[in-house]
């Protein structure tokens, strides 16, 4: 497993599925430019929208594909969850690492220009 984390989560047609979450790189977090909407994402329809948008922003089409497909099965797996709760942990993280990967990519832009 390694440096893997490890979260618990609910799938239809199963009771409970452990999930494993990459770790967040070690070292001071950025302050991060959030897309305009970001502070108004309250449900999972919301979280999935804001989401494709952020795909929308990457730089190639092959990027973008590829967050489209996690997004849509993220979608899949959490659409069922019904707990305030666990609805606003999911959309923080999402939102957090939807921020983190923006930055990672605006900043690779940035040195190779």
Known sequence: MGLYSQEQTR???ATLVTVLVAPRPPGPTLPTARLPGAELVH???QLYRYLLRCCR???TKG???HYRHAVRQSFQVHSDEDSPERIQQIIKRAIEDADWIMNKYKKQNRDSE
């Open 63 to 65: 990027m973008q594909e």
């Open 43 to 45: 449900t999972l329809l």
């Open 57 to 59: 922003q990457l730089p």
């Open 11 to 13: 799938v239809p047609g």
